[in-house]
């Protein structure tokens, strides 16, 4: 394992009296079985440490520092909130594990000194699993929470608590504790109980929430697969179209119960331009409910920069009997939207892909400069993926109108179903 402790030194270097200090862990599988469709621990590395940096907001800072470990510090309190860290794990939980039923995923907690903190964050699973079981670790004091979606209880952070703690309660119940010459020596074991049945294989799709920056509220749901919180989408034109094919299925099925908002389904740009695979959306689009047209955006991925109209007014033919609005989703800023004709599309969505927060605010300058082409058009400027309060706030100063990403929402289970609300970096 790589030293941790430069790490940390690095992250924080000047630590304040008064600040609470605390290694995040997330422990695969309490109960030690594996379950079905159990994310890559290397995958879930990635995904949380994105996460926490989105939803841990300065003033206050977060690290990784070893696998599945990470340093939380608040320079403003002496301790954590366990109901904050239990909302934090709750939303943590649901996005690496969705669809799971609770205690799949415990997030435990350890605050003490730095030294303590990083001794914590070196322990391997099965000491975790020690101390979610009460048994405590070989290391200094601190407080210990297990933290699940449904609670948080404070568990022993030694032997020597746990001990203590075990005195305590069978004192409470009553129950002297035999001395150790009394105690037989062997106890017969009782029948193991019957293995509960796996809980179900999570969705393969989920649901991002889509803000109007305009009207402050939320406008509808854009259905994506799951996948691709862990790892980029393939680049095979067969592989995306299986992809699209499950999202048309699970949006139809949505349809029944999401009232609220526009619906945007994801179409690949090549796929679109293929008749065997027009064949196969329409297999599809023949289920859609006509009423439903209305409300219903098509959103066509990997779309190139020399785009041809000629294949722009074929898909948006293609598409009308079933969706009443057509997104052109880019990654290049400075599409040339200039090129095409009014009324041919609804609306353009920037994909922010830069690695640097500079290279994604630069991108986000180059969309908004081209906001008047766009509005002389009547062409609608969205941004997708924005990560930050930043990034969101860069895009409601350009007047970019809709926005999406893991600054707005996590991704859902369901539809959105009210307007109300806020995005995530802004609650």
Same mark, same amino acid.
């Given at each position: 394992?790589?030293?941790?402790?430069?790490?940390?030194?690095?992250?924080?270097?000047?630590?304040?009296?008064?600040?609470?200090?605390?290694?995040?862990?997330? +422990?695969?599988?309490?109960?030690?079985?594996?379950?079905?469709?159990?994310?890559?621990?290397?995958?879930?590395?990635?995904?949380?440490?994105?996460?926490?940096?989105?939803?841990?907001?300065?003033?206050?800072?977060?690290?990784?520092?070893?696998?599945?470990?990470?340093?939380?510090?608040d320079n403003?309190?002496?301790?954590?909130?366990?109901?904050? #860290?239990?909302?934090?794990?709750?939303?943590?939980?649901?996005?690496?594990?969705?669809?799971?039923?609770?205690?799949q995923?415990?997030?435990?907690?350890?605050?003490?000194?730095?030294?303590?903190?990083?001794?914590?964050?070196?322990?391997?699973?099965?000491?975790?699993?020690?101390?979610v079981a009460?048994?405590?670790?070989?290391?200094?004091?601190?407080?210990?929470?297990?933290?699940?979606?449904?609670?948080?209880?404070?568990?022993?952070?030694?032997?020597?608590?746990?001990?203590?703690?075990?005195?305590?309660? &069978?004192?409470a119940?009553?129950?002297?504790?035999?001395?150790?010459?009394?105690?037989?020596?062997?106890?017969?074991?009782?029948p193991?109980?019957?293995?509960?049945?796996?809980?179900?294989?999570?969705?393969?799709?989920?649901?991002w929430?889509?803000?109007?920056?305009?009207?402050?509220?939320?406008?509808?749901? +854009?259905?994506?697969?799951r996948?691709?919180l862990?790892?980029?989408?393939?680049?095979?034109?067969?592989?995306?179209?299986?992809?699209?094919?499950?999202?048309?299925t699970?949006?139809?099925?949505?349809?029944?119960?999401?009232?609220?908002?526009?619906?945007?389904?994801?179409?690949?740009?090549?796929?679109?331009?293929?008749?065997?695979?027009?064949?196969?959306?329409?297999s599809?689009?023949?289920r859609?409910?006509?009423?439903?047209?209305?409300r219903?955006?098509?959103?066509?991925?990997?779309?190139?920069?020399?785009?041809?109209?000629? #294949?722009?007014?074929q898909?948006?033919?293609?598409?009308?009997?079933?969706?009443?609005? #057509?997104?052109?989703?880019?990654?290049?800023?400075?599409?040339?939207?200039?090129?095409?004709?009014?009324?041919?599309?609804?609306?353009?969505?920037?994909?922010?892909?830069?690695?640097?927060?500079?290279?994604? #605010?630069?991108?986000?300058?180059?969309?908004?400069?081209?906001?008047?082409?766009?509005?002389?058009?009547?062409?609608?400027?969205?941004?997708?993926?924005?990560?930050?309060?930043?990034?969101?706030? &860069?895009?409601? &100063?350009?007047?970019?109108?809709?926005?999406?990403?893991?600054?707005?929402?996590?991704?859902?289970?369901?539809?959105?179903?009210?307007?109300?609300?806020?995005?995530?970096?802004?609650?």
């Amino acid at each position: 394992m790589p030293d941790s402790s430069t790490n940390w030194r690095g992250f924080l270097p000047n630590v304040a009296i008064m600040t609470a200090i605390a290694c995040l862990r997330i +422990l695969f599988n309490p109960g030690g079985e594996s379950q079905p469709g159990e994310v890559p621990k290397s995958k879930a590395q990635a995904v949380a440490d994105a996460f926490l940096k989105a939803r841990w907001r300065a003033p206050r800072k977060c690290g990784a520092v070893a696998p599945l470990a990470f340093v939380l510090a608040d320079n403003r309190v002496e301790a954590f909130d366990p109901t904050e #860290m239990q909302e934090l794990a709750a939303e943590l939980e649901s996005v690496l594990f969705p669809g799971r039923q609770g205690g799949q995923v415990c997030l435990m907690t350890f605050e003490g000194d730095e030294t303590a903190v990083l001794k914590f964050a070196s322990l391997s699973q099965q000491e975790l699993a020690g101390l979610v079981a009460g048994q405590g670790y070989g290391g200094a004091a601190g407080r210990v929470h297990v933290i699940t979606a449904d609670a948080v209880e404070s568990v022993p952070s030694t032997p020597a608590e746990a001990k203590i703690l075990a005195a305590e309660k &069978a004192a409470a119940e009553g129950a002297p504790e035999i001395p150790p010459a009394e105690k037989p020596a062997k106890v017969a074991k009782a029948p193991a109980p019957p293995k509960a049945p796996p809980p179900p294989p999570p969705a393969q799709t989920g649901w991002w929430g889509v803000y109007d920056l305009s009207a402050d509220a939320f406008a509808g749901s +854009l259905i994506g697969m799951r996948a691709d919180l862990l790892e980029p989408p393939p680049e095979d034109d067969d592989k995306l179209l299986k992809r699209d094919l499950v999202c048309l299925t699970d949006a139809q099925a949505a349809l029944k119960t999401a009232t609220f908002g526009e619906i945007l389904v994801p179409f690949g740009f090549w796929n679109l331009t293929t008749p065997s695979a027009q064949d196969a959306y329409k297999s599809r689009l023949s289920r859609y409910p006509l009423d439903q047209q209305p409300r219903l955006v098509a959103t066509i991925y990997g779309t190139p920069r020399e785009a041809s109209l000629g #294949m722009l007014q074929q898909m948006r033919a293609f598409l009308k009997g079933s969706f009443a609005f #057509m997104d052109l989703r880019v990654d290049d800023a400075t599409f040339p939207i200039h090129g095409l004709p009014p009324e041919l599309i609804d609306s353009v969505t920037l994909l922010l892909t830069g690695e640097t927060e500079f290279d994604r #605010m630069s991108t986000i300058q180059k969309f908004v400069e081209r906001k008047h082409t766009y509005d002389g058009k009547g062409v609608r400027q969205g941004v997708a993926g924005v990560a930050s309060r930043a990034e969101l706030d &860069a895009c409601r &100063a350009g007047g970019l109108v809709r926005v999406q990403g893991p600054a707005i929402t996590t991704l859902l289970d369901k539809p959105i179903a009210a307007a109300e609300g806020a995005p995530i970096a802004l609650s």
